[in-house]
């Protein structure tokens, strides 16, 4: 499976290098046939917030409703949570969405 280059039209990008490519303002990878810079659209920034914005409210809820002597398993969840949400955006830039031509651009 791989992605199409905004620039070229070159199905080029593997799920990989399409997940590791950045969001909407960062630089980018260059694509391997034409050299310019792709990174993953305004899609995977939305998805983003909402899942950072979800696992703070679940992190705040694991916070104030566990006691003190419950800190493990409450530090466990919390941490748990994070990774999780680092999944998901991870997963999301993966396998959803297209790539496009970044914002920021580096002289």
């Known amino acids: 499976m791989k992605y199409t280059c905004p620039h070229c039209g070159e199905k080029t990008f593997s799920p990989l290098q399409k997940a590791l490519a950045g969001s909407y303002r960062s ?9 310019k810079k792709c990174c993953n659209g305004m899609a995977s920034i939305y998805f983003d917030s ?6 703070f409210v ?3 809820i694991i916070y104030f409703k566990f006691d003190a002597s ?6 466990i969840l919390i941490v748990a949570i994070i990774g999780i949400s680092f ?3 991870f997963l999301f830039r993966m396998f ?4 496009v031509e970044p914002i920021r651009r580096m002289q």
């Open 96 to 99: 959803f969405g297209k790539l």
């Open 87 to 89: 999944l998901l955006s």
């Open 58 to 60: 679940l992190i705040l």
């Open 70 to 75: 419950q800190k493990m398993q409450s530090s």
């Open 27 to 35: 630089v980018g990878k260059p694509c391997p046939k034409c050299g």
């Open 50 to 55: 909402i899942v950072s914005i979800i696992a």
